[in-house]
């Protein structure tokens, strides 16, 4: 990346990445010969954005162009940096950021597909606005709005409509007393989605009724002890609403479960990292239990256990359960530059995984058998310079 400091107050950034697959890139296929293999167009513009601060002598930052957006804890909007695809997540957009020693409050317009027809039809466009009071000390109290349009978009035509106006609003609070840290986030959702046809006949009524009317709730909340090796314990509880099937044949009526719109929190190694486009889990509980400690110096050490269990079923006869994880994770810092992660995560599986619609925020069906086990293992290297 570049960052140019044209005047105090006015700057420009500019990032390149690049992503890709250990062993998909090799140029060459050994059967033929043929160097066709590498894909094109890898190193990408990742983020080029221009940034005005202190506005009119106001504390107003604008900045325009694409640029990662991470707000609150990134329940819903983040950086997509975490866990087994971490691609990285940037928009293009306009953000005007109001910030002093109180208050923060970002006012943010970013479009996510631009189809070039009329203005804004058969778009897809993100609205947010989202204000943290920081007047407590060691406290963040936050509120936020965010709308999704959708017309004729991803979202729109995975649901079988044709535009989607998804509203979402939200409290959250965050923060540390004494040895305690705490975070609780509470968003309700709602919206319409147009174009979802009743059965043909219906000829009075050709389109259905399918809305967004559903709540998710994330928390955590941990303990350090003042003593050696630092140890935490924390206890993690999620709500993920699952919405209301339809078991009618008179009608496509449903409310939809919630939606995690850009979420950078991940719930589970397997259930919540599907693929790069059905990686959002939804339609579930999550409760988790874990403890870490800094064992010297230079190493942290984490063990995660989790529960899993569906909040809708959307097929009779099956259980909720969906099953155990259990995680052992460890941070080495080799020196102040230089990390290496590795960890290891098993899912048990149970019953309920034979019929759970939970990926693709709730909208798919888990692709898994029932008592399925999944093991996952990886090291990780970061280094900064």
Not at 239 to 244: E, F, I, Q, R, S
Not at 287 to 309: D, P
Request: proline residues 2%; glycine residues 10%.
């Amino acid at each position: 990346n570049i960052k140019a400091d044209f005047t105090q107050e006015v700057s420009a950034f500019v990032e390149f990445d690049y992503y890709n697959i250990w062993g998909e890139d090799f140029r060459s296929n050994y059967l033929t010969g043929a160097d066709f293999r590498a894909g094109a167009n890898d190193v990408d513009l990742y983020q080029a954005y221009i940034e005005a601060a202190n506005m009119w002598g106001t504390p107003l930052t604008a900045r325009v162009g694409r640029q990662e957006i991470a707000l609150g804890n990134q329940f819903l909007v983040g950086t997509n940096d975490t866990s087994a695809y971490f691609t990285g997540l940037s928009f293009d957009a306009l953000r005007l950021t109001f910030a002093n020693d109180l208050v923060s409050i970002d006012a943010i317009a970013a479009k996510l597909a631009e189809t070039f027809g009329d203005f804004g039809d058969d778009d897809v466009d993100f609205y947010a606005v989202y204000g943290s009071y920081i007047g407590i000390e060691d406290i963040t109290l936050d509120a936020y709005w965010m709308f999704v349009r959708d017309d004729q978009g991803l979202l729109a035509r995975a649901i079988g409509g044709t535009t989607v106006d998804l509203h979402t609003i939200g409290l959250r609070g965050a923060g540390v007393i004494g040895g305690f840290d705490f975070e609780l986030e509470a968003a309700y959702q709602f919206g319409d989605v147009d174009g979802v046809r009743n059965p043909w006949f219906r000829i009075f009524k050709p389109y259905a009724d399918v809305d967004y009317d559903e709540f998710a709730v994330n928390a955590e909340l941990g303990y350090t002890f003042d003593m050696s090796w630092q140890p935490r314990v924390f206890a993690r509880f999620a709500y993920l609403g699952g919405g209301k099937p339809n078991r009618s044949c008179w009608n496509n009526n449903a409310d939809l479960p919630f939606n995690r719109l850009f979420s950078n929190v991940k719930y589970s190694e397997f259930l919540d990292n599907m693929g790069f486009l059905d990686s959002a889990m939804s339609n579930v509980f999550f409760y988790s239990l874990g403890v870490q400690a800094l064992v010297t110096e230079a190493l942290e050490m984490k063990l995660v256990g989790s529960y899993y269990h569906v909040d809708r079923k959307y097929a009779r006869r099956v259980s909720k359960g969906l099953g155990w994880e259990v995680g052992l994770y460890a941070d080495y810092h080799y020196s102040e530059d230089l990390v290496i992660r590795a960890g290891y995560a098993h899912f048990f599986g149970k019953s309920g995984l034979a019929a759970a619609r939970i990926a693709a925020n709730g909208l798919a069906w888990w692709p898994g058998a029932r008592n399925d086990d999944y093991d996952y293992l990886f090291i990780e290297t970061e280094i900064a310079f």
